[in-house]
């Protein structure tokens, strides 16, 4: 149901998914003093993203960022679940596998146990945000919240506006997005947003290189750096996941009707047949030692 007053400010949040995104939003809501539940279905990943965001919370009071009592205290906002029924929050945020089947499943869930008021954000990078809300079913308060890797410290997200998105939802997403410190920039939903559309031939022509042999992905990356980059497209496709920027392409490339300059790369679906999704998984283009 759509709400018809956007609340001030959020004091609660949830986030679905405690992969990359997921892990990195929930750090960022619980140190803007937003009490955070983070859910995932597997034990093993939410004891990662501990471990993560304590890690990175670490690296901020060694710094001198932070005190360790905000450490602390930030720590002591995340409650980590793998039970659904703890997913109740004026705000959730959805970071799951980026899959319309998974994340339409779980919106259906949640919109069971949460208050008619809830609003509900997808992290997705490249599904249609309409075409989620006509599936789900139900007529929840919804729009895409899309933020960038890593999420505590890449100030901007898209706020995707589908036809079903009312204006309190954006409103309310607004300020949830100001109290994060975050620059939103509106977007409407078409295929991979802005920055995924406009960046998508990056990644792409980088491998076409390497498969050309033209160069390897040391040599590509150290030349887009040495020009101004501030990371080069292999680094950069292993800190997201090759296999989140594979499903991406493949997203994109279908939706655009499979314009041949789009084909996803032959190389990286290799990599991610052989379970070489980056950094996640210690390697990808490039070896990450434990
Ligand atoms: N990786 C990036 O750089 C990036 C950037 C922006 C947006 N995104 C988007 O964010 C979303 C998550 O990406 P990621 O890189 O964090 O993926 P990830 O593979 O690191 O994490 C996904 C997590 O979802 C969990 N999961 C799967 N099905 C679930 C379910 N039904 N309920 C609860 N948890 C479930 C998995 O256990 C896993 O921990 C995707 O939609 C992706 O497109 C990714």
Redesign the pocket.
Known sequence: MEQMTAPTSFDAMAV???????SGIAQCAAQHGLRTVV????AG?LAKSKLAIESSLAGQVRKQKISAAAAEYTLQRVHFTTNLAQVVAPVVLE????DYS?KV??FRQLAAINASDTIFAT????LSIQLLWAQIDRPIAFAGL????PAPVMKLVELVQCDATHPTTTDALLRLAAQLQKTAVLCTDSPGFVVNRVARPYYLEAMRLVELGVATPEQIDAVLVASGFKMGPFKLMDL??L??NLT?SEQLWSALGKPPRLAPSAMQQALVQQGHLGR?TGRGFFAYPA
């Open positions: 679905c998914g405690a992969g990359t995104m997921g859910y995932d279905v597997s990943v970071a799951i596998v980026e998974a499943g779980l992290n997705t990078s490249s899309h933020f960038f890797n997201i996941g296999d989140v991406v996640k």
